[in-house]
């Protein structure tokens, strides 16, 4: 597989391949770092932490662009805690297929169509997994992947 370059991770923070629209049209505001999932070939990297197979590579927002990734298993992106909460959901959702509580964790699994990869669970589509924690949001592809 050939090394996933710039345009990706722009894509990724512009949503323009991600969910079809343009960067502009959403506000980031709030947006405080985002986490690639990927596998053992990247554990070498400064910014890694092992986790059984996967390679969990955190950076600030800001640095997002500067990021080259091959085999990224999923994302998560991190939200302050007083950003919009229904601005989130309706973003990022096209319909919500379930919502529960972990401890005092708030989740919302869902879908969205113009993100290809998907689960099953429960025999319910998903691919949008959003956590409402005390200490920020989270929304993770396919689904959160690192905990919360």
Same mark, same amino acid.
């Given at each position: 597989?050939?090394? &996933?370059?710039?345009?990706?991770? &722009?894509?990724?923070?512009?949503?323009?391949?991600?969910?079809?629209?343009?960067? #502009? /049209?959403?506000?980031?505001?709030?947006?405080?770092?985002?986490?690639?999932?990927?596998?053992?070939?990247?554990?070498?990297?400064?910014?890694?932490?092992?986790?059984?197979?996967?390679?969990? @590579?955190?950076?600030?927002?800001?640095?997002?662009?500067?990021?080259?990734? #091959?085999?990224?298993?999923?994302?998560?992106?991190?939200?302050?805690?007083?950003?919009?909460?229904?601005?989130?959901?309706?973003?990022?959702? #096209?319909?919500?297929?379930?919502?529960?509580?972990?401890?005092?964790?708030? &989740?919302?699994?869902?879908?969205?169509?113009?993100?290809? #990869?998907?689960?099953?669970?429960?025999?319910?589509?998903?691919?949008?997994?959003?956590?409402?924690?005390? /200490?920020?949001?989270?929304?993770?592809?396919?689904? @959160?992947?690192?905990?919360?």
């Amino acid at each position: 597989m050939k090394r &996933i370059v710039a345009f990706f991770v &722009i894509a990724l923070v512009g949503f323009g391949v991600v969910f079809g629209t343009k960067g #502009d /049209e959403f506000d980031f505001q709030g947006l405080e770092k985002v986490c690639f999932v990927t596998d053992l070939t990247h554990a070498e990297d400064e910014n890694a932490v092992i986790n059984g197979n996967d390679v969990y @590579i955190t950076v600030s927002a800001g640095k997002v662009k500067e990021i080259k990734l #091959d085999k990224v298993k999923g994302y998560v992106l991190y939200f302050d805690k007083n950003c919009d909460e229904s601005m989130l959901v309706n973003r990022f959702l #096209d319909y919500s297929s379930d919502f529960y509580y972990v401890g005092s964790t708030r &989740i919302v699994n869902g879908y969205n169509a113009k993100y290809h #990869d998907y689960r099953f669970v429960e025999g319910k589509k998903y691919n949008v997994q959003i956590a409402f924690t005390d /200490e920020s949001i989270l929304v993770g592809f396919p689904m @959160i992947l690192t905990g919360f």
